[in-house]
């Protein structure tokens, strides 16, 4: 997975199978119950009711946690178990129940550190949205990556399994790998001396990991080549364009003029971190030396996005006034406003949605539809996220969660997604409505199994073939550029 495009964390797989019968499956004694193990369970329990926005009981997720260390162990769960957890209350107490339900023996081989995690990504199950136990180091990776100054030397990898060693998927241009000649496809064999055939890729990437500024040795062979290469590389920061325009010229810049009358440009967001409201900042400066007037702002091909600062502060580069939207949290709700500072004043702007367009960016997209500062063309969002995610402390602070700590909400208080039939109501349908519609249906899922990809239906006429090598119509995007055009002969 490309670290531009990085989830927050890697999820621990929980093993869910079940006991095999005792003549088929050798069994053994369990390894004794590591004793700070309750007050983990304790930890994570009061970081999720502290800090949740909508937490389940601390009894359910005991239920969950134990079930899943039961599981992992291939023992049966206990029948009565939701009974005794409901009548846990201090720490004593659910000391005492998780020792009690600690496995006495095993089913195949289960390792002490198995059967514990299990129980501790177990706690997470019944927590509503996107909920992960993630090191401490990977929470300072995901802080990088938001800031748009990730520390490394920049190649993404995979896994080899029949060489059983990582191989390099990709290098990004003008980082530390890059300029030491590592290339696409080299198998990496040591990371400062150790071997990294038979380890796990998660060990890998930790290794190759370090502050700014430091050195780690790697040692690369090429697929056609005999002998290893060994390269020193300094970890370093390669900040990433996060606003593309239409087409690469061969100079390398981007073309933001779209072709026809009007001077329309186009910008496509690609993510959304602290850096991108100041590249749309300088982006807007050029346009506007290009003699551009109007804008089509792309935001269909995103990642899942979270990042409320980041995404307040590029709505709040676009309106010159007027409520973003609110947040609400456990503690309460908060308001976010614009100030009168605004970017492409006086042009008529066109953005792009499709049901890709989701979580912070479509709560953008509804800022500036709300606020009358654009139209919105396509389609929108079935996926029904629209959380707000941070990274809180568990305990000491070597282990964090990733939990959702925030409902995003319009700027009249309508809840971007409903979630209950409870909140349901003829004024809360919330979600992105497209000012002009371009219908699109999903025909796949992504390799994480989230994001659709999409087409658009076919039409009921036969449309013109495209010449050899000509882009593939674009509905959306043509529809958009109708819409500036009117928008510039009215105006």
């Known amino acids: 997975m ?45 970081a999720i009711l502290a800090n949740h926005v909508e937490p389940p009981a601390r ?7 134990l079930r899943a260390m039961r599981l992992a162990a291939r023992q049966p769960v206990p029948p009565d178990l939701a009974r005794r957890a409901s009548a846990v ?5 659910v000391a005492g129940l998780v020792a009690e339900v600690w496995p006495k023996e095993t089913v195949g081989k289960a390792s002490v550190d198995a059967i514990a995690e299990a129980m501790l990504d177990g706690l997470l199950e019944s927590v509503p949205g996107r909920a992960e136990r993630i090191t401490a180091k990977e929470a300072r990776v995901a802080e990088q990556m938001a800031g748009n ?3 490394g030397i ?71 080549e005999e002998k290893p290469r060994t390269l020193t590389l300094v970890r370093g920061q390669l900040p990433r364009e996060t606003i593309t325009g239409r087409r690469k010229q061969p100079s390398g810049e981007w073309e933001f003029r779209l072709e026809g009358p009007g001077a329309i440009g186009y910008l496509k967001v690609e993510e959304v971190v602290a850096s991108t409201p100041h ?33 307040a502060m590029l709505a709040d580069s676009l309106l010159e006034s007027g409520t973003i939207g609110r947040v609400r949290t456990a503690r309460g709700e908060t308001i976010y406003r614009a100030d009168a500072d605004a ?22 997209a509804a800022a500036l539809q ?62 992105l409505v497209p000012d002009h519609r371009i219908e699109m249906r999903a025909i796949g899922r992504s390799p994480d199994g989230r994001l659709p990809r999409l087409r658009r239906e076919p039409p009921t006429y036969a449309a013109p073939t495209p010449a050899p090598g000509a882009p593939a119509p674009d509905e959306a995007l043509d529809a958009a550029v109708k819409i500036l055009r009117q928008a510039r002969e009215a105006h």
């Open 89 to 93: 209350v201090t720490p004593e107490q």
């Open 370 to 431: 709300d606020n009358r500062r654009a139209t919105i063309v396509g389609d929108s969002s079935p996926i029904g996220e629209a959380d707000v995610v941070s990274t809180v402390p568990i305990g000491d602070g070597q282990w964090m969660l990733s939990i959702r700590t925030g409902d995003l909400e319009r700027g009249d208080g309508r809840p971007m997604v409903v979630r209950s039939p409870a909140r349901r109501s003829p004024k809360s349908t919330g979600g």
């Open 2 to 46: 490309s670290p531009f495009h990085l989830r927050k964390s890697l999820a621990v797989a929980i093993l869910l199978a079940s006991p095999l019968p005792a003549d088929e499956a050798p069994r053994s004694p369990a390894p004794p119950m590591p004793p700070d193990l309750p007050r983990r369970v304790l930890e994570i329990t009061e």
């Open 149 to 151: 100054r990730y520390v």
């Open 279 to 311: 590249e749309l900042r300088k982006l807007a400066r050029k346009m506007e030396d290009q003699g551009l007037r109007a804008l089509v702002l792309d935001l269909r091909s995103m990642p899942m996005q979270d990042d409320l600062r980041s995404a």
């Open 154 to 224: 920049h190649i993404t990898l995979g896994w080899d399994d029949g060489q059983e060693t990582p191989s390099i998927q990709m290098v990004f241009p003008g980082g530390p790998a890059d300029r030491a000649g590592i290339r696409k496809n080299d198998r990496l064999l040591e990371v400062d001396g150790v071997a990294t055939k038979g380890t796990s890729l998660r060990a890998v990437v930790d290794r190759l990991r370090g502050d700014e500024g430091t050195s780690v040795t790697v040692k690369v062979r090429g697929p056609k």
């Open 343 to 364: 970017l492409f004043r006086g042009w008529p702007i066109a953005v792009l949605v499709a049901p890709t367009t989701s979580g912070t960016m479509e709560w953008v």
């Open 59 to 65: 009894q359910q997720m005991i239920v969950d946690g």
